[in-house]
């Protein structure tokens, strides 16, 4: 029990209650391979340094082999009396080959070697989770490609605005991802820093190499400062913070599949595979998979908060509060790793009803905006042209007919500037090729934006 790691200076065991409150080894277990990493590189570094034997650290690599071992094949006795992954491992090494195992600990604190676990943990999570972003961004931009000429209708406030064309609005998703992906990179950077060798707080009267362990174990430098290395998970609240927004993003993509699946647009179909039925409504297909995402998006929003308040009542340096970070921070990460693969996978598969979009796209109005542009291109005063068009619409409404579905006569009763090339810009093709800039909905344009998203994917 973990009374023998410091029994020197205690009287009596460790309350029962409080040594299953301080656990945890059942969620940190998840880190014994960093775990054993890191003990790896200490400990050939502290045998190079003149620290330990070499002979001590082959025991101790070997030891270590073997553990990796047991604990892969279930067979490891994880002890919550020994409170962490750290003690669990390390008192297993001792019990397997004795006196050497008593020496891995020279030079080094739990507290620097958490933080330096979390850190290698962190890194290989983000690569994964930037690896399925590109999967999904790539997903998105054949679906783009492939949809670049449907019609549908744009929206503010949920009312039919103008028209678009169904690839630009893969595009905008595109484009968030992108984002999503530079704040998982920036966040790395700062991720990968090598706290070892802070030790508890002040660093170690050793004379260690940190620089051996920093290369040792791919990290990009060794921190600064040994207060700050121990104490602080702001990288970890960064990438949170990050996944957080992410999450945000696939929240409202979610929420378009939802509308654009139901009925009330029927604007996509989902693979049937992607979908759930009903226990008691034979004719239902929900879209499940798209509010689970919504839904985890709680949860990671939730780990950023609990994460930020975590961390804001502590004084330097190292406190245990700071045990409270794993399950927040794997728990955000997983939802995030399984919301990203759920769409990469499903999105792109989807099929739009082209029909529908465009029907859509033909009721309400949509280029209402076109005319009114045609009306200036005539001479008219924007704000002129704004009131004439509202007119128009206005008389529409009433009549139950879309612009387009009027007569030129019926047209030259709002404006005598309208003339014969009216029908051109009120058709919604029309619309959507005369917005035929960089940024605009033009399914050239659409094209040109696929053309540099793949370039910039390249094949990696
Ligand atoms: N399990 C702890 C954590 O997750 C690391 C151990 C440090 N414990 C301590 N009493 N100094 O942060």
Redesign the pocket.
Known sequence: DAKGLWSGRFTEATDAFVAAFSA?EHY?RRLYQEDIRGSRAHARMLADCGVISADDAAAIDAGLDAIEAEIEAGGFPWDPAL??V?MNIEARLTERIGEAGKRLHTGR???D??ATDIRLWLRTVIDTHITLLRRFQRGLVDLAEREADTVMPGFTHLQVAQPVSFGHHMLAWYEMLVRDEARLRDARERVNQMPLGSA?LAGTTFPIDRDQTCAALGFDAPTRNSLDAVSDRDFAIEFVSAAALTMTHLSRMAEELVIWASPLTGFIDLPDRFCTGSSIMPQKKNPDVAELVRGKSARVHGALHALLTLMKGQPLA?N?D??E??EPLFDAADALRDSLRAFADMVPALTVNRDRTRAAAREGFATATDLADYLVRQGVAFRDAHAIVGKAVAHGVAEGRDLAEMSLTELQGFSTAIGEDVFEVLTLDGSLAARDHTGGTAPAQVRRQVAAARERLGSG
């Open positions: 945890s940190d409170e962490d750290h604190s739990r507290n070697q958490i508890a190292y245990r700071n045990q970070d794993k």
